[in-house]
């Protein structure tokens, strides 16, 4: 027995070097964690978005606990075009600019709402951009009249780009160069 905790003494040397693997390997994580962080732009809970071609502008809440993106849309209309599922909303931006847009609906998202009742809501393909970074990504048409921003952006656009600081707002103007 004597000679046995002798040879696990000099083989991991009263753990130190147990100690030193454990601290190099968790020194890498902490590298390799910062390095995927410091990639991303930090931009703040409040921020300007772009909608386009339409280049219709919004003041955007940036929500970490929603995936996909929510735009207010009045006056929804669903028709038939080429055997496929439209709509046709109006949306109304910052600058008071009201436009009638029309887009394929991709699916109707149920959301549950905080009474129980489920909502259903027409998901369509819109280019939003924040900053210079343009990301075409799914949006649910919505009334958020009642909400301050008609705009909220989820993690389905801010994924792999931002990191969002909610103590900051109004970091970045939107710059995108749409193809």
Request: proline share 4%.
């Amino acid at each position: 027995m004597i000679m046995k905790i002798s040879m696990q003494q000099k083989f991991f040397g009263n753990g130190r070097w147990l100690f030193i693997f454990f601290m190099a390997v968790l020194m890498g994580v902490c590298f390799f964690a910062d390095q995927g962080f410091a990639e991303r732009r930090v931009v703040g809970l409040i921020e300007k978005v772009r909608v386009y071609p339409e280049k219709l502008f919004f003041y955007a809440k940036l929500d970490t606990g929603a995936f996909n993106s929510s735009l207010n849309a009045d006056r929804m209309k669903f028709f038939q075009r080429n055997g496929k599922e439209w709509v046709r909303f109006t949306v109304v931006d910052r600058k008071k600019k009201e436009m009638t847009l029309e887009r394929p609906v991709l699916r109707i998202s149920k959301i549950k709402q905080r009474d129980g009742k489920v909502q259903k809501r027409p998901v369509v393909s819109l280019n939003l951009c924040i900053g210079r970074i343009v990301k075409n990504v799914e949006v649910n048409l919505v009334d958020r009249t009642h909400f301050i921003y008609p705009l909220l952006i989820g993690r389905s656009y801010l994924k792999g780009e931002f990191a969002v600081d909610p103590a900051e707002k109004f970091t970045t103007e939107p710059n995108c160069i749409v193809p």
